[in-house]
């Protein structure tokens, strides 16, 4: 048996894609194995949205390249737009592009042992060519499923390579994602994700498709006890009827909106290329927190934006200070060749930079505390996630909460109810009555701790 080692860099996309690609070696009869331990295959899938991605794609390559007795295959965005860049590095094997991922079992098996070292797979972007559904023959170590409905982004931020990287929006076809929901939920699967590239545009290349249609057809055909949750979607794409949707189906949809901001300056929104302006954005989410009690806002904020200036700086911190965020993710600007913020001047500094970056973290940590004080009192549906001690588990709930609690029952991977009772400091402390589930003992537990920087 063949053993074969993934490493997987970048977004959810690249971890459900890697995911995909163990499911097909699985069927060929691979071992999976860690990527640290001894393989036949190192299969690195990379990703190039920053500088510090290159970096760190380059690094993992090299790593995997001193076994001189493996294969090193290389895929993702930056075997996308820098092939051949990565075939200065010695060690590699094969590269393949990004439209010819799902296919690079087959490539792998089919190389010729006498071709000339590396063997770069390229091929130009491709509307025709349609997602292949994916059916997983077991469960993997996540306990939510992730579906990729959709790939491909023709938004063309001027900041982004992605577009270069990911080609065209292609969407899956509305029948094949019901498939694969149908699968998972099979596997006993209680949260599905869907997810994309540019999520927003599912159907944008089919008749009479788009993604409220697409959640209504989950909704009425995949009954069960299971939830759906939502990946990034852009501001531009969140209509009253998505709001609409996610609020009249509380147990089915989570409440949970990432929606990027970039900027909160009207001026460098412009210069993104981004469409739409702060004004809209701040009604946008006001209107959602008002509609969905208790959603989760999540988003994107880039600072040091070529001619990003005080001004600009201060326009988004007072955007951003004056909306219920639960979280932020936070970007120093980073500069892509063949993108056109390449050439915008002048750049920011990276100390200016840093420092506008902490003072946006600062802000976060603020606002997820306000979010989870609004929590006590109200009763939430967590996901539990993992074990952690004897006692211990930590669950997700369905408004982006992590939270660490104890059970005397196994019950990973189940959905639960618990009452968020109070804080301490960082400790949110709740009751979950375990009757439901062992009526001959009613019980109490207390919530441990809530993880309020949750990494993702």
Same mark, same amino acid.
């Given at each position: 048996?063949?053993?074969?080692?993934?490493?997987?860099?970048?977004?959810?996309?690249?971890?459900?894609?890697?995911?995909?690609?163990?499911?097909?070696?699985?069927?060929?009869?691979?071992?999976?194995?860690?990527?640290?331990?001894?393989?036949?295959?190192?299969?690195?899938?990379?990703?190039?949205?920053?500088?510090?991605?290159?970096?760190?794609?380059?690094?993992?390559?090299?790593?995997?390249?001193?076994?001189?007795?493996?294969?090193?295959?290389?895929?993702?965005?930056?075997?996308?737009?820098?092939?051949?860049?990565?075939?200065?590095?010695?060690?590699?094997?094969?590269?393949?592009?990004?439209?010819?991922?799902?296919?690079?079992?087959?490539?792998?098996?089919?190389?010729?042992?006498?071709?000339?070292?590396?063997?770069?797979?390229?091929?130009?972007?491709?509307?025709?060519?349609?997602?292949?559904?994916?059916?997983?023959?077991?469960?993997?170590?996540?306990?939510?499923?992730?579906?990729?409905?959709?790939?491909?982004?023709?938004?063309?931020?001027?900041?982004?390579?992605?577009?270069?990287?990911?080609?065209?929006?292609?969407?899956?076809?509305?029948?094949?994602?019901?498939?694969?929901?149908?699968?998972?939920?099979?596997?006993?699967?209680?949260?599905?994700?869907?997810?994309?590239?540019?999520?927003?545009?599912?159907?944008?290349?089919?008749?009479?498709?788009?993604?409220?249609?697409?959640?209504?057809?989950?909704?009425?055909?995949?009954?069960?006890?299971?939830?759906?949750?939502?990946?990034?979607?852009?501001?531009?794409?969140?209509?009253?009827?998505?709001?609409?949707?996610?609020?009249?189906?509380?147990?089915?949809?989570?409440?949970?909106?990432?929606?990027?901001?970039?900027?909160?300056?009207?001026?460098?929104?412009?210069?993104?290329?981004?469409?739409?302006?702060?004004?809209?954005?701040?009604?946008?989410?006001?209107?959602?927190?008002?509609?969905?009690?208790?959603?989760?806002?999540?988003?994107?904020?880039?600072?040091?934006?070529?001619?990003?200036?005080?001004?600009?700086?201060?326009?988004?911190?007072?955007?951003?200070?004056?909306?219920?965020?639960?979280?932020?993710?936070?970007?120093?600007?980073?500069?892509?060749?063949?993108?056109?913020?390449?050439?915008?001047?002048?750049?920011?500094?990276?100390? &200016?930079?840093?420092?506008?970056?902490?003072?946006?973290?600062?802000?976060?940590?603020?606002?997820?505390?306000?979010?989870?004080?609004?929590?006590?009192?109200? &009763?939430?549906?967590?996901?539990? &996630?993992?074990?952690?001690?004897?006692?211990?588990?930590?669950?997700?709930?369905?408004?982006?909460?992590?939270?660490?609690?104890?059970?005397?029952?196994?019950?990973?991977?189940?959905?639960?109810?618990?009452?968020?009772?109070?804080?301490?400091?960082?400790?949110?402390?709740?009751?979950?009555?375990?009757?439901?589930?062992?009526?001959?003992?009613?019980?109490?537990?207390?919530?441990?701790?809530?993880?309020?920087?949750?990494?993702?």
């Amino acid at each position: 048996m063949k053993k074969i080692a993934f490493y997987t860099l970048g977004c959810k996309v690249n971890q459900v894609e890697t995911e995909q690609l163990k499911e097909e070696f699985i069927h060929r009869g691979y071992e999976i194995v860690d990527f640290t331990d001894e393989a036949d295959v190192y299969l690195i899938n990379t990703c190039t949205v920053t500088h510090v991605s290159d970096r760190k794609s380059r690094a993992i390559i090299r790593r995997a390249a001193r076994n001189s007795q493996a294969l090193v295959a290389v895929t993702g965005c930056m075997a996308q737009v820098a092939a051949k860049e990565l075939a200065g590095i010695e060690g590699i094997d094969l590269i393949v592009n990004n439209l010819d991922k799902e296919n690079i079992a087959d490539i792998i098996e089919e190389l010729d042992p006498e071709q000339e070292r590396p063997v770069i797979i390229e091929c130009s972007p491709d509307k025709a060519r349609r997602l292949k559904p994916i059916l997983y023959s077991r469960q993997h170590k996540r306990t939510r499923a992730f579906v990729k409905i959709q790939d491909g982004c023709e938004s063309w931020c001027s900041y982004c390579i992605v577009p270069r990287a990911r080609g065209p929006v292609r969407s899956k076809l509305p029948e094949h994602v019901l498939q694969e929901i149908e699968q998972l939920l099979s596997l006993g699967y209680r949260e599905i994700v869907l997810t994309g590239i540019h999520t927003g545009f599912y159907g944008k290349d089919l008749d009479n498709w788009d993604l409220l249609r697409l959640l209504n057809k989950i909704l009425t055909d995949s009954k069960g006890d299971y939830r759906i949750r939502l990946s990034s979607i852009e501001p531009l794409e969140v209509s009253q009827e998505l709001i609409d949707l996610i609020g009249d189906n509380p147990t089915r949809m989570c409440r949970h909106f990432h929606i990027p901001l970039q900027s909160g300056s009207n001026r460098i929104l412009k210069d993104m290329n981004r469409r739409y302006r702060r004004e809209y954005y701040h009604d946008l989410l006001q209107g959602i927190a008002a509609r969905i009690p208790g959603v989760a806002l999540t988003t994107d904020v880039m600072v040091g934006f070529p001619g990003e200036d005080e001004k600009d700086f201060q326009d988004t911190y007072d955007l951003i200070d004056s909306l219920p965020f639960m979280d932020l993710h936070v970007f120093p600007y980073s500069r892509r060749p063949g993108t056109r913020a390449a050439s915008i001047t002048p750049q920011v500094s990276p100390q &200016e930079k840093q420092a506008r970056s902490q003072k946006l973290l600062d802000l976060a940590e603020r606002k997820h505390k306000d979010f989870i004080s609004g929590q006590v009192g109200q &009763e939430l549906t967590l996901l539990v &996630e993992k074990q952690t001690g004897e006692h211990d588990y930590t669950g997700l709930s369905d408004n982006y909460i992590e939270v660490s609690f104890q059970s005397p029952y196994d019950v990973c991977g189940e959905l639960i109810r618990v009452r968020v009772e109070g804080i301490n400091a960082k400790r949110v402390e709740g009751i979950w009555n375990t009757g439901t589930q062992n009526p001959n003992k009613q019980q109490l537990f207390r919530i441990g701790w809530v993880n309020t920087g949750r990494s993702r």
